[in-house]
């Protein structure tokens, strides 16, 4: 008779081991998770973009946060991750306090809305990760990017079933959150996590979906024709290849998966119903319907590619003459491609004046409606003078800046034509505009210490395409609003949690700051909930007003003024349902009260104008003028003072 221990493949696994591995689940899972539901929810809901939207964001994140602090027997951080979060605190409540010197506290105070979610986010992430599951959060974050990308995609490939034809964002891509830019770094960020995946994953199922999601990631990039989000590819790209201590492998990685994505571009950039302005429903949805067949081929592709080269990876051994071989192959073409470059486009300091020149001068003309076209034009457009405004506004308020959110009332000032602008298309201008050197100071510290992180986590497996996912980001900041963009920004926020959580130290010291980290999570709870309850009412009156219930829209804007009391758009709410309301008396005392919350707002001026008469009408429309010279409404009004 055969023994138990003898008809046993493996022996049982004992209650100990039993709980040990469930707890070692536990740490991959829930770092996944968190990556995963905030990147996908806040991508869904256009990005994170609205105020309604930070209230809960944050509030969820601190709760997570605090549940770690309190389930966890040992939450450690490290040093690097202690400064990194004590820095971005740093910024928010600098942003905060220049409420104090900024004409309103207004804005200042709904935009330190949007960066504590930032605060909360990576406090969560920090606080949920352990050093051996940093691979988690990159994972979470890369599956959320792709299933949103891959909805994305298929607004255009089938918007006959989607219902959606985009023609107001002038046929590019950039739904679900709503900006095409942000769609496209959003994207780029996603493709350099699946290719480090796919190269670096320990399960071939995953290193298979990782490869096959370049395929609809590099799509979506491509239907945003963002030329700021290829080129953050491309730098997060080189980022990854010079910090990736096994450099070899990620090109042959790249060389085995690149083709199908490039298939992919090179197919789509051929079918002129999926490339031109004009295109009618049913000829995108046929189109859009043969290449998604074409999608799906390559897709498939690429995954057989990369289960393939994992089999030979791991069974078949490399002699090393023949890599050798295989290193000067890759060198010489990569000097052949750099010789070539010379040859068409010059030296480096003539590439450099000829893309200097091209982005200071105006854009090409998009011909026929072909927005390939957009790829190959490299000026920069609008961003020039808006860039000039922010210098100003600088030099008006070279040491402490004008105050956090106040960008836009600079614009609408000096602005040189009537383009409507919110923010810079340069977080670290129009951050060194608002808040001064200090505060570009402290953003820059917060955002720099994971590149830190990467110098001792370079031996772990993925800490250099999470280094080059976050520097995709970081470059494509300097060209665009993606600081707005809550999904984006925690996306990369992830990626650098991930490099300072594998750059932990195994033996930390038994923690001292859980009590004060917990107060903290909580008075951002706190405030949150305030925010949220105060926005919601905001957009629920704005929502009353636009259907003509103006008496929902009056109370909503009541409840709004009691849960925001340093907000003057809950009293300009009220002031604009009785006007309608022909409650004129009502209505410029409400104004009048906005106006002195914000006088920097023009809309408020022109609207207590228009519930005026005499000599406060005079003066309301002056000021009005004054903020705003060259808005059409208020351009009309110039010879009626």
Known sequence: MTSPELSLS?????EVESGLLGRLALTQTAPALLAFAVVFVLGADSGGYRPTTWGWSTLVLSLVGALALVLRSEPRLGRLEKAAALALLAFTAWGLLSALWSPSATQPLLESQRVLVYVAGLLAALLVAHSRSYRALLAGTWCAITLVCVYSLLTRLVPDRLGYLDALAGYRLEQPLGYWNALGVFAAIGTVLALGLAARSRHAALRALAAASTVPLVSTLYFTFSRGSWISLGVGLLVTFAFDRRRLQLISMLLVVGPWPALAVWYASGSKPLTRLGTGLAAAADAGHHFLGVELGLMLAAAAATLVFTFAERRVPVPRRLRLAYVLLI??????ALAAGVVRFGSPPTVARHLYRSFVGPGVTVQHGNLNQRLFDLSGGQRIPQWKVAWREYQAHPRLGSGLGTYERH??????????VVNVHNLYLETLAELGPVGLGLLVVALGLPLVALFKARRRSLAAPAAGAYVAFLAHAAVDWDWQMPAVTLAALFCAAALLVAARPRQEPQPRWRLPALALL?????????????NR??????AAANRGNLRDATGDARTAA??????ARPWQLRGEAEVQQHRLGAARADLRKAAAKDPADWSVWLDLALASTGRERRHALTEAIRLNPLDPV????KGHR
């Open 537 to 542: 009412a905001i957009a629920a009156s704005e």
């Open 331 to 336: 060198t010489l073409a990569l000097a052949s």
């Open 522 to 534: 909580l008075v951002l709870a706190a405030f949150a909930f305030v925010g949220l309850r105060g």
């Open 411 to 420: 614009w609408n000032q000096l602005r040189p034509a009537n383009w409507q």
């Open 562 to 567: 009691r849960w925001a009391p340093w907000s």
């Open 10 to 14: 493996r022996p049982p696994v004992t």
């Open 634 to 637: 208020v351009a009309s009004f």
